[in-house]
């Protein structure tokens, strides 16, 4: 597939050209500790759709590229073999199906998070430990949730903490408005 794009004011033309670095079938290495940990699984993505490098002060998967699919509940992560060019994926089962992930280095910094159900971009300040791993979980979206939502089991949109080793996702304490957060990103203060 390419993409062609061209400017408006000149008569250069330029060409992306587009790959896919994995498919939605592929096979991946549980990453969740547990008995499944370092398994082989054929993955069946029905939502990608958030992804970011990770930082590489991260306490696990720093520098990998990383996939959200949130209907499914699960993130992939992408990195060259050492000894070889082949990409190595590992999948993070989540306890709860999320928007969006950030990761707080510790310095002092502020989370960004777009809101749309409020129709704002709201500010989350306070004291972020280091490798704190925040994440915009969205019950309702999750495959198994029920047509009409929130619901029991099912509560509107809220900030999570994510354990990358066991894929648990915990609420985190919000003082000030509620927040229903999709979109996320820590900035530092200046």
């Not at 498919?23 to 008995?35: C, K, L, R, W, Y």
């Not at 510790?106 to 972020?128: Q, S, W």
């Amino acid at each position: 597939m390419q993409v062609r794009c061209s400017r408006q004011a000149g008569a250069s033309t330029h060409v992306a050209t587009v790959t896919p670095l994995y498919f939605g079938e592929a096979t991946a290495t549980v990453a969740n500790a547990g008995s499944m940990h370092g398994k082989k699984v054929k993955l069946g993505l029905t939502d990608p759709d958030s992804n970011a490098v990770i930082p590489s002060f991260a306490p696990r998967f720093g520098g990998q590229f990383a996939l959200t699919s949130q209907a499914d509940k699960e993130q992939i992560f992408a990195k060259q073999g050492k000894t070889s060019a082949a990409l190595k994926l590992q999948v993070l089962t989540l306890s709860q199906s999320v928007d969006d992930t950030a990761w707080a280095s510790g310095a002092p910094e502020i989370l960004f998070a777009a809101d749309a159900t409020a129709d704002t971009v709201d500010t989350v300040t306070g004291d972020f430990s280091h490798n704190a791993i925040l994440t915009a979980v969205t019950p309702c979206d999750a495959a198994n949730a029920p047509a009409t939502c929130p619901a029991p089991g099912f509560p509107p949109n809220y900030l999570g903490s994510l354990n990358p080793w066991t894929g648990h996702i915990s609420r985190v304490k919000l003082a000030g408005p509620n927040l229903q957060p999709k979109g996320l990103t820590f900035v530092a203060q200046p």
